[in-house]
């Protein structure tokens, strides 16, 4: 194409990536700043950009009116996201995949404003969201804007908004190798060493900027689990990491499903985005107030971190009451974003892995005290896994747990729930938190390190060939057979489809179509067979050049693409 710009080279993209570097390192700064104002301001009646999310926050002079709180933050947000940026509701990573895969990877910048004002009011009054998914929405904005300002290839604007979610998922956490795993696993359509340059750069200098103005500490510190084991783990121990797993599996189907299942209940409510979001936010608010007055804490509250350390130093070790906890978390994350919040879903992920793995490993050790693994392991394991299950992304929740809590131990324990967990969730839900956001608008997106593999193929590369064109008046025949009547297709029979009646029901694609688009049509059709037509031509019956089935395209796939069906 003659239009297509030149790729730059690797030192211009280098410094690029610095740059990049530079405003997520600075964005998750001015992020945190941001919530504490928020959180101190309507929770505490005070002016302050000084807020620790590790430690509870102290009952305010609001008395029983601090339920009021989250419905206060919650007309804001609305306010926000309506009137300037529809795209900045929810938690981020779906709207950055859908930039990349949809968009050439152009997102608008006043996403990145009005994303950190929307969610560091979400959190700041009491929603249940995370701070990741609008750093990651910061960094990538700010990335495709210096793509689209200096003249690059697509793919190297892609690879700046990867650079940009990496530096703002490594800055906001203190994790620099998550950081650049993150962007790897959901972010990057190529993997190469000219493509991973500027993600290493960027996510080095937004972790230095982080370290600076943030501190050096593990974003949890457990000093009991900081040194290495002295010998493996009991191969009678892991059938009951196995059990773990499949627990935690549940919990994460059940975390991705609830939370577009809350979301359709309230598109379903009578009226308005504010009405549906200060019900929601009501109901949070009576929750923490209850929470407070019964149990001394908030606990449930905003990022929750405070709750998640708890759990991992043994503060919190009641079997019953971790459960009460994780399922009031579960419930306000799927009221917080359901009806229209903006936040990430990290953070209630880690919160929910720490409280459902910490109340499995008391429960455990109740059974056997001198069980060889703590609780407080079991927590982290937990964490790992709902990270990995929920987003797909489980490179990056094994690696962002062990930089997160400086873990030894937690190695073994880690890899096998996660494995297990991410397993079972894909049985139950085959599309994570992410991808099912864009499933639902009828876009397909890759998950996981095969994100490069759909744009590698397109329609015509795969379709079948091999078929005749016969009128909807004439006998059956042999072979594959595309059934017309005048410029119209009637359907298809034989050939792949057997001896039976004839296919009435098919999508049509153009044979430049990608994977991604092909499975997209199949979703939003709900067919399983695709007529490919020629590129730019008008779709009449002579146009047809050959036919592709979506059994075709998961075995080219290598047996990924049923997620996306």
């Not at 892609?158 to 650079?163: H, R």
């Not at 975390?255 to 929601?280: A, C």
């Not at 759909?454 to 072979?479: C, W, Y």
């Amino acid at each position: 194409m003659a239009d297509e710009p030149r790729a730059l080279n690797l030192w211009v993209m280098g410094v690029l990536g610095v740059l990049v570097g530079i405003i997520g390192g600075f964005g998750a700064v001015v992020f945190r700043m941001m919530i504490a104002f928020f959180h101190n301001l309507l929770f505490l009646g005070t002016w302050s950009l000084e807020y620790n999310a590790n430690i509870h926050t102290p009952p305010g002079p609001w008395g029983p009116w601090v339920i009021l709180v989250p419905v206060l933050g919650s007309i804001g947000v609305v306010f926000l996201v309506k009137t300037f940026a529809p795209e900045a509701k929810g938690h981020g990573v779906p709207e950055v995949m859908d930039a990349i895969y949809y968009n050439d990877g152009r997102i608008r910048p006043l996403v990145a404003v009005v994303k950190s004002l929307a969610s560091a009011l979400s959190i700041g009054s009491g929603g249940s969201v995370g701070r990741e998914g609008p750093i990651i929405q910061i960094g990538a904005a700010f990335g495709s804007t210096l793509g689209q300002v200096i003249r690059m290839p697509a793919a190297q604007r892609v690879n700046l908004i990867a650079a940009g979610a990496g530096a703002g998922i490594a800055a906001t956490f203190n994790t620099p190798l998550g950081g650049v795993v993150f962007a790897m696993e959901l972010m990057m359509t190529s993997i190469r060493a000219k493509t991973i340059l500027p993600v290493f750069i960027a996510t080095a200098t937004a972790t230095y900027i982080g370290r600076v103005f943030l501190g050096m500490n593990p974003a949890f510190d457990i000093p009991a689990l900081t040194e290495a084991p002295a010998a493996p783990i009991d191969i009678w121990v892991l059938p009951i990491l196995l059990g773990c797993g499949l627990v935690l599996g549940l919990m994460a189907a059940l975390f991705v499903k609830s939370i577009y299942w809350t979301e359709d209940l309230f598109d379903r409510m009578p009226g308005n985005q504010y009405t549906r979001h200060m019900f929601g936010m009501l109901i949070v608010g009576v929750m923490i107030y209850l929470l407070l007055e019964k149990a001394g804490h908030y606990y449930v509250q905003g990022v929750g971190y405070a709750t998640i350390g708890d759990v991992l130093s043994g503060v919190l070790s009641s079997p019953w009451f971790l459960i009460l906890l994780v399922a009031l978390k579960l419930l306000a994350t799927a009221l917080t974003l359901g009806s229209g919040a903006s936040g990430g879903v990290f953070s209630p992920g880690l919160f929910i892995g720490a409280g459902l793995g910490g109340c499995l490993g008391s429960v455990i050790h109740s059974i056997d005290p001198n069980f060889p693994i703590e609780p407080s392991l079991f927590a982290v394991a937990g964490m790992a896994a709902m990270i990995g299950g929920t987003t797909g992304a489980v490179a990056t929740g094994s690696v962002m747990i062990f930089e997160m809590t400086r873990d030894l131990h937690a190695v073994l324990p880690v890899l096998i729930t996660v494995a297990v967990c991410t397993a079972v969730r894909k049985r139950l839900s085959p599309a994570s938190i992410y991808t099912m956001k864009l499933l639902r608008r009828g876009k397909a997106v890759p998950e996981g390190m095969a994100s490069a593999m759909p744009r590698a193929e397109t329609a015509g590369m795969l379709m079948e060939k091999e078929f005749r064109l016969v009128g909807v008046e004439d006998g059956r025949g042999s072979g594959l057979e595309v059934v017309t009547e005048g410029d119209r297709v009637r359907g298809i029979r034989g050939g792949l489809f057997g001896d039976g009646e004839m296919e009435g029901e098919f999508t049509i694609v153009e044979e430049t179509s990608t994977v991604v688009d092909v499975m997209a049509a199949y979703h939003s059709s709900e067919t399983k067979v695709a007529l490919v037509m020629r590129a730019g031509s008008g779709g009449s019956a002579g146009d047809v050049v050959g036919i592709l089935t979506s059994d075709r395209v998961v075995e080219s796939m290598g047996g990924i693409a049923h997620l996306y069906q």
